[in-house]
């Protein structure tokens, strides 16, 4: 198709492509005007889309949405390269605690990440699945040989899944923690206060779910429909998945009566089952996400 | 193979060249038709009053279409786990798939390649090998779909003269392809996956709406609006990557010059009408010549043609039936 029909839409009034008043127009010219018009389009065409796509970079350069990533993956760069955003990782997960970056997060998008507020990792598949589902070793068993590994990103030994303590393998295979549990709220969490807790941990309208033991060892189960009732609060403590990744530790507050409050030992993981249960709100103990242990 | 040769670099943006040598018995033909004129008016009055409205490829594809990314839906869904995954990488009932595009992006952002990777990319490759390389654009890729609805619309308004289509360079796509693919070696991020409307909608259909279809509608905005079928056109590097597939597919469209009354309407329809050069009177080389690689093999061209000089073949079991 000719771009001539269109010259004068341009905006550019196509001053230069008016014959001069009383003479044939050559037609060559006229087309050579085509191909410079049509060349200028596709520089910015292409400079258009090439910049579009490199403002993917803001958002992840500025961490404007610092993630949790699943268990497993590899550093925040070599994992957003490797990660073919294809969400297999999500689809195996028996709690949905994985969900997949926006546009907003740039190349974060299609990248799968962990709201542990809304739903923790609470390792109920036992076998940490999302990392067998992940076609390209984004998140893997094993790191490769090149790959970057952080001081304190390592796990002393292997975690201990409560749930398969009986077991006779009762660890998780998992190396690298994907962060640290940290008490950021104390001023507010009820231990500290010296309070109790009953009810449901996060109110009527909580969707999120979790592997009861007690329950059923295969199916976890909304939140929301196992009341608590406890002289303190430990929720964090008793519901962790991990042995040994906290503990409760009394203290003397300052009017003199015995207090407790959560102490996170070096088997964290990471995982959020302690941010999502914590029923204050903001949650007083939250994960910092891909944040090495830096030891007590 | 330089007829190979030559539609690779039509492919790649230049331009469709007139043949230079055309068989003793394609120039029989051509002349015949020029010789004979109002028998050929004649004939070709004929065949349009008796031409069958069809669309019988059209329907046939998009319910493929339709069903594969459907498919992805409900395996997830209805945890049937038949196809889990998205587009960019899936599993068939346990057999690794990989896109191709978006294996070379994560080959070159993370410069490592583990074994699935390599498994599914090479299923996934010798699967478009077999079914026609581009086929995968018309035939599985949602955008494809939902940029075909809104060419319609496109077109409706070029009717009434309110648009008109903008067209870029073809080149624009070989140079997106390096583009990407630069980019991805450099900065060690899947760049295009940002932008991928591929991708965007595969997700979204799997695993609902997201504010990137805020991006794809843009895209169709501009399509409507600007240029007709732009991004296809003229940037998605996974048409290029399938297109180089379909060099070794023996699936494509073959043209047969003695049924072809050059009235051109395969053109009008086609998204990469540079392909269907051979139509134009005079134009063809050999008395059936078929069509090059950056065919998504559609069937549009198929169906619109009334004297169906236009057909899906397959090369070397047409001559074995």
Same mark, same amino acid.
């Given at each position: =198709?000719?771009?001539?029909?269109?010259?004068?839409?341009?905006?550019?009034?196509?001053?230069?492509?008016?014959?001069?008043?009383?003479?044939?127009?050559?037609?060559?010219?006229?087309?050579?005007?085509?191909? $410079?018009?049509?060349?200028?389009?596709?520089?910015?065409?292409?400079?258009?889309?090439?910049?579009?796509?490199?403002?993917?970079?803001?958002?992840? #350069?500025?961490?404007?949405?610092?993630?949790?990533?699943?268990?497993?993956?590899?550093?925040?760069?070599?994992?957003?390269?490797?990660?073919?955003?294809?969400? +297999?990782?999500? +689809?195996?997960?028996?709690?949905?605690?994985? @969900?997949?970056?926006?546009?907003?997060?740039?190349?974060?998008?299609?990248?799968?990440?962990?709201?542990?507020?809304?739903? *923790?990792?609470?390792?109920?598949?036992?076998?940490?699945?999302? !990392?067998?589902?992940?076609?390209?070793?984004?998140?893997?068993?094993?790191?490769?040989?090149?790959?970057?590994?952080?001081?304190?990103?390592? /796990?002393?030994?292997?975690?201990?899944? @409560?749930?398969?303590?009986?077991?006779?393998?009762?660890?998780?295979?998992?190396?690298?923690?994907?962060?640290?549990?940290?008490?950021?709220?104390?001023?507010?969490?009820?231990?500290?206060?010296?309070?109790?807790?009953?009810?449901?941990?996060?109110?009527?309208?909580?969707?999120?779910?979790?592997?009861?033991?007690?329950?059923? $060892?295969?199916?976890?189960?909304?939140?929301?429909?196992?009341?608590?009732?406890?002289?303190?609060?430990?929720?964090?403590?008793?519901?962790?998945?991990?042995?040994?990744?906290?503990?409760?530790?009394?203290?003397?507050?300052?009017?003199?009566?015995?207090?407790?409050?959560?102490?996170?030992?070096?088997?964290?993981?990471?995982?959020?089952?302690?941010? /999502?249960?914590?029923?204050?709100?903001?949650?007083?103990?939250?994960?910092?996400?891909?944040?090495?242990?830096?030891?007590? | 193979?330089?007829?190979?040769?030559?539609?690779?670099?039509?492919?790649?943006?230049?331009?469709?060249?007139?043949?230079?040598? !055309?068989?003793?018995?394609? $120039?029989?033909?051509?002349? =015949?038709? $020029?010789?004979?004129?109002?028998?050929?008016?004649?004939?070709?009055?004929? /065949?349009?009053?008796?031409?069958?409205?069809?669309?019988?490829?059209?329907?046939?594809?998009? *319910?493929?279409?339709?069903?594969?990314?459907?498919?992805?839906?409900?395996?997830?869904?209805?945890?049937?786990? !038949?196809?889990?995954?998205?587009?960019?990488?899936?599993?068939?009932?346990?057999?690794?798939?990989?896109?191709?595009?978006?294996?070379?992006?994560?080959?070159?952002?993370?410069?490592?390649?583990?074994?699935?990777?390599?498994?599914?990319?090479?299923?996934?490759?010798?699967?478009?090998?077999?079914?026609?390389?581009?086929?995968?654009?018309?035939?599985?890729?949602?955008?494809?779909?939902?940029?075909?609805?809104?060419?319609?619309?496109?077109?409706?308004?070029?009717?009434?003269?309110?648009?008109?289509?903008? +067209?870029?360079?073809?080149? #624009?796509?070989?140079?997106?392809?390096?583009?990407?693919?630069?980019?991805?070696?450099?900065?060690?991020?899947?760049?295009?996956?940002?932008?991928?409307?591929?991708? !965007?909608?595969?997700?979204?259909?799997?695993?609902?709406?997201?504010?990137?279809?805020?991006?794809?509608?843009?895209?169709?905005?501009?399509?409507?609006?600007?240029?007709?079928?732009?991004?296809?056109?003229?940037?998605?590097?996974?048409?290029?990557?399938?297109?180089?597939?379909?060099?070794?597919?023996?699936?494509?469209?073959?043209?047969?010059?003695?049924?072809?009354?050059?009235?051109?309407?395969?053109?009008?329809?086609?998204?990469?009408?540079?392909?269907?050069? /051979?139509?134009?009177?005079?134009?063809?080389?050999?008395?059936?010549?078929?069509?090059?690689?950056?065919?998504?093999?559609?069937?549009?061209?198929?169906?619109?043609?009334?004297?169906?000089?236009?057909?899906?073949?397959?090369?070397?079991?047409?001559? =074995?039936?």
């Amino acid at each position: =198709m000719s771009d001539a029909p269109d010259r004068d839409r341009d905006g550019d009034g196509g001053e230069e492509l008016k014959p001069p008043p009383g003479a044939q127009r050559p037609k060559v010219p006229v087309r050579k005007e085509a191909a $410079r018009r049509r060349f200028i389009r596709s520089t910015a065409l292409a400079c258009g889309v090439v910049g579009l796509s490199l403002a993917g970079w803001i958002p992840t #350069a500025r961490a404007y949405k610092p993630r949790l990533r699943p268990p497993g993956a590899l550093e925040e760069k070599d994992f957003l390269a490797s990660c073919i955003k294809c969400g +297999q990782c999500v +689809q195996v997960c028996p709690v949905q605690a994985i @969900k997949l970056g926006d546009i907003d997060e740039g190349f974060g998008i299609g990248v799968p990440y962990i709201a542990a507020r809304d739903q *923790a990792c609470d390792f109920s598949c036992d076998a940490v699945q999302c !990392i067998l589902a992940c076609p390209t070793g984004a998140l893997t068993y094993r790191k490769p040989d090149f790959a970057e590994v952080r001081d304190g990103m390592q /796990m002393a030994h292997d975690p201990v899944l @409560k749930a398969k303590a009986n077991d006779p393998e009762p660890t998780l295979n998992l190396k690298e923690r994907i962060g640290v549990a940290r008490l950021a709220r104390p001023e507010i969490c009820l231990a500290v206060l010296g309070q109790g807790f009953k009810g449901q941990a996060r109110g009527a309208a909580f969707k999120g779910t979790l592997r009861y033991m007690s329950v059923d $060892r295969w199916k976890p189960v909304p939140v929301r429909e196992q009341p608590y009732d406890r002289a303190v609060c430990d929720l964090c403590v008793t519901e962790c998945p991990i042995q040994d990744a906290i503990r409760l530790e009394e203290f003397v507050g300052p009017d003199g009566a015995t207090r407790h409050r959560p102490v996170v030992l070096e088997q964290c993981v990471g995982c959020g089952v302690c941010e /999502m249960i914590c029923p204050v709100e903001p949650a007083a103990i939250v994960i910092d996400e891909r944040q090495e242990w830096e030891g007590v | 193979m330089a007829s190979m040769i030559e539609r690779i670099k039509v492919m790649l943006g230049a331009e469709p060249q007139k043949p230079a040598v !055309i068989s003793p018995e394609a $120039r029989e033909w051509h002349a =015949m038709k $020029r010789m004979n004129k109002d028998d050929f008016l004649a004939q070709k009055e004929h /065949m349009r009053e008796h031409q069958i409205v069809s669309h019988k490829w059209r329907n046939r594809r998009w *319910a493929v279409l339709l069903f594969c990314n459907l498919l992805f839906t409900f395996s997830f869904w209805l945890d049937i786990q !038949i196809l889990e995954g998205a587009l960019t990488a899936s599993r068939f009932i346990g057999f690794h798939l990989v896109d191709l595009n978006s294996a070379l992006q994560v080959a070159l952002a993370h410069k490592h390649i583990i074994v699935n990777l390599v498994i599914g990319t090479l299923t996934i490759f010798f699967l478009w090998v077999l079914l026609g390389g581009r086929s995968f654009c018309s035939w599985v890729c949602p955008y494809h779909l939902v940029a075909e609805w809104f060419e319609w619309l496109h077109l409706k308004l070029v009717d009434r003269k309110i648009v008109t289509d903008h +067209q870029f360079h073809r080149g #624009a796509r070989t140079l997106f392809w390096l583009l990407f693919s630069g980019m991805a070696l450099v900065t060690g991020y899947t760049v295009f996956e940002t932008l991928s409307p591929t991708g !965007i909608l595969s997700r979204a259909l799997i695993y609902g709406p997201s504010l990137a279809l805020g991006w794809v509608f843009l895209l169709l905005v501009f399509e409507v609006f600007y240029s007709r079928r732009a991004w296809c056109r003229y940037v998605c590097p996974i048409g290029l990557t399938y297109g180089m597939v379909g060099t070794l597919s023996p699936v494509r469209i073959l043209y047969r010059l003695e049924h072809c009354f050059h009235e051109g309407d395969c053109k009008k329809v086609c998204l990469v009408p540079h392909v269907l050069d /051979m139509v134009v009177k005079g134009r063809a080389e050999h008395t059936e010549v078929p069509v090059g690689p950056d065919c998504t093999r559609c069937g549009l061209c198929v169906d619109v043609c009334p004297s169906g000089a236009l057909q899906f073949d397959v090369k070397g079991l047409s001559k =074995m039936l």
